[in-house]
Nanobody, 121 residues
Framework: QVQLVESGGGLVQPGGSLTLACTAS????????MGWYRQAPGELRELVAT???????NYADSVKGRFSISRDNTKNTVHLQMNNLAPEDTAVYYC???????????????WGQGTQVTVSS
């Protein structure tokens, strides 16, 4: 069984910063891509940023220059540093990982439970 647990959400004023963290646990052989997605009320879930095991990153245009994704492969952890936050960044942020679990062959996507980020004055 593989689990992703997020932390670091909260309330922040416009222009502020937050760092989200996500750790994968369970019987894991390897984790390939990891990423962050977000979903605002009434909206579809959208990609925020992804990072490969080798460290190649990809960002949504709306967060380029403000957000930074990083990972620690030794700890199965991915971080999202969010700077200069704006009200439109308000959403539930979900961690995602493409995992090769010990108990099954192949790769599988797993999701965290989500963490709320609210940007408001």
């Amino acid at each position: 069984q593989v689990q992703l647990v997020e932390s670091g959400g909260g309330l922040v004023q416009p222009g502020g910063s937050l760092t989200l963290a996500c750790t994968a646990s369970g019987t894991i052989i390897s984790i390939n891509a990891m990423g962050w997605y977000r979903q605002a009320p009434g909206e579809l879930r959208e990609l925020v940023a992804t990072i490969t095991r080798a460290g190649t990153t990809n960002y949504a245009d709306s967060v380029k220059g403000r957000f930074s994704i990083s990972r620690d492969n030794t700890k199965n952890t991915v971080h999202l540093q969010m700077n200069n936050l704006a009200p439109e960044d308000t959403a539930v942020y979900y961690c995602n990982a493409l995992v090769i679990p010990l108990a099954a062959s192949g790769e599988y996507f797993y999701w965290g439970q989500g963490t709320q980020v609210t940007v408001s004055s």
